[in-house]
């Protein structure tokens, strides 16, 4: 089993910035990516960037040269800095844990962005 908790929404105005970060627990040897997806209201959940153990990382067209994920494993920690935010960022974003046997997902946090 792997626990992740999300820290770091909340509400911030376009052009901002903010910065999730995801801890992990649990056996943390079995996780061999991990990310951040995000869900609005009304559409389904996205994926927004990915990070792998070998530091390869992927983004959503709509996040990239704005988002950044980066790891800690040290400290079993995954971050997203979010700059340039825009109203459309909107939405509950959710850390992920990709392992052998299955995905684990975070409670969520909320980020809105409105002027």
């Known amino acids: 089993q792997v626990q992740l908790v999300e820290s770091g929404g909340g509400l911030v105005q376009p052009g901002g910035s903010l910065r999730l970060s995801c801890s992990a627990s649990g056996r943390l040897y079995s996780i061999n990516a991990m990310g951040w997806y995000r869900q609005a209201p009304g559409k389904q959940r996205e994926l927004v960037a990915t990070v792998t153990n070998g530091g390869s990382t992927n983004y959503a067209d709509s996040v990239k040269g704005r988002f950044t994920i980066s790891r800690d494993n040290g400290k079993a920690t995954v971050y997203l800095q979010m700059n340039s935010l825009k109203s459309e960022d909107t939405a509950v974003y959710y850390c992920?844990?990709?392992?052998?046997?299955?995905?684990?997902w975070g409670q969520g946090t909320q980020v809105t962005v409105i002027s």
């Open positions: 992920n844990a990709g392992t052998s046997w299955g995905a684990y």
